[in-house]
C-alpha cells in the first residue's frame, strides 16, 4: 500500500514541476505561431471554456477547498490505491492551475489550437488532468466488462 501512496505523491510532484516550469517559459516571453497551433501566453480567470471567470477571486479559495476535499474523499474512499498515477496527474494538473490563481493574474494557458475552428487554449496541466480521468474511466470499464464475464 505504501507504494501506490509513493507513486501518487511522485506523480502530483513531477506533473507540478514540468507544468509550471514549461508555464514560465510563456511568461518569460516564448511564443511561436504556426498554421494549425499558436504557442502563445494567455491567461484564463475562469476554468475550462473561461467558465466561471465572473467568480473572480472566490475561484481560486473555490477551487482550493474542492481540491482539498477530493484529497480527503480519494484517501477516505482508498481510490488512491486503486489509481494512483491517474490520481497523482489529476492531483498534479489541479495543483498547477491553482497555484497560477495565486501568482499571478489567471492560470496560464498556452496552446490554441485554430485549424478549421477555434478551439480552448489549453495547457500541460489540462492534458494531466484529462489524461488521468481518462486512465480511471478505461479501468473502469475494463473491471466492469470482467465483473460481468464472471
Not at 108 to 124: E, I, P, T
Amino acid at each position: 500500500m505504501m507504494k501506490k501512496i509513493l507513486i501518487f505523491i511522485f506523480t502530483t510532484i513531477v506533473i507540478f514541476i514540468i507544468d509550471q516550469y514549461i508555464k514560465e517559459k510563456f511568461v518569460l516571453g516564448y511564443d511561436l505561431k504556426g498554421s494549425c497551433i499558436d504557442f502563445s501566453l494567455h491567461y484564463n480567470k475562469g476554468v475550462a471554456f473561461s467558465m466561471f471567470a465572473f467568480l473572480g477571486e472566490y475561484l481560486k479559495w473555490i477551487q482550493l477547498a474542492l481540491i482539498g476535499a477530493i484529497i480527503i474523499f480519494i484517501f477516505y474512499d482508498k481510490a488512491v490505491y486503486n489509481y494512483p498515477l491517474a490520481l497523482g496527474l489529476i492531483l498534479g494538473g489541479a495543483i498547477g492551475n491553482l497555484y497560477d490563481r495565486f501568482i499571478r493574474e489567471g492560470v496560464v494557458d498556452y496552446v490554441a489550437w485554430h485549424c478549421g475552428f477555434d478551439f480552448a487554449v489549453f495547457n500541460f496541466a489540462d492534458v494531466m488532468i484529462d489524461l488521468g480521468v481518462a486512465i480511471i474511466l478505461l479501468f473502469s470499464i475494463i473491471k466492469q466488462k470482467e465483473k460481468n464475464r464472471s
